[in-house]
């Protein structure tokens, strides 16, 4: 447990809070078990909002990013130097000068059932599985689907229209089940 806040350490936090100097840092100088969190509350008390600078981390050598030195520009007139230049939009060049063989045109996925892979799924693709999805032989439809996630025909097993249930029941039959609600 800390010795507590005695007058001396409040004073000693109050100059070097407002020297700048960060909560960590205040912390290890005040020593005695003192943390940041400690240091950030008893200022949040005493209400010291005032810094003579804000803390910043201390940077080293190498945290610093380096430019790369630029090429001397070629001798020209004032005017041109003080104007501005646009910068030229930069070209990738080819790693290998080798041509390129021209790729032959994709072939056709084939309209058969079964053909798509979760890899080769794509969104205008039926997506009705096909298989067990434990075996590897499983796929899905793959056909180009018509509206939705479906083909044609497997649009037609998913979306069934719905049958009335009780078509030939009779008005009667209607009001006698619903006296049960009443």
Request: net charge positive; with cysteine; aromatic share 4%.
């Amino acid at each position: 447990m800390t010795a507590g806040w005695t007058d001396d350490r409040v004073g000693a936090l109050k100059k070097l809070w407002l020297e700048g100097q960060s909560a960590s840092q205040i912390a290890k100088q005040l020593g005695g078990g003192v943390t940041r969190n400690a240091v950030i509350g008893k200022v949040h008390r005493l209400g010291l909002s005032g810094r003579a600078a804000p803390s910043q981390p201390a940077r080293t050598a190498t945290s610093f990013r380096t430019t790369r030195p630029r090429p001397a520009a070629p001798a020209a007139t004032t005017a041109q130097a003080q104007a501005p230049q646009p910068s030229a939009p930069r070209r990738l060049e080819a790693v290998s000068s080798k041509p390129v063989p021209p790729t032959p045109p994709a072939a056709p996925i084939p309209d058969l059932p079964g053909t798509a892979t979760v890899m080769t799924l794509g969104a205008h693709m039926c997506k009705w599985p096909i298989g067990d999805p434990s075996s590897r032989e499983f796929s899905f439809c793959g056909r180009r689907a018509s509206e939705g996630v479906y083909c044609v025909e497997h649009a037609r097993v998913a979306y069934q229209p719905q049958v009335r249930r009780g078509a030939k029941e009779s008005g009667s039959d209607l009001a006698r089940s619903l006296r049960r609600y009443i």
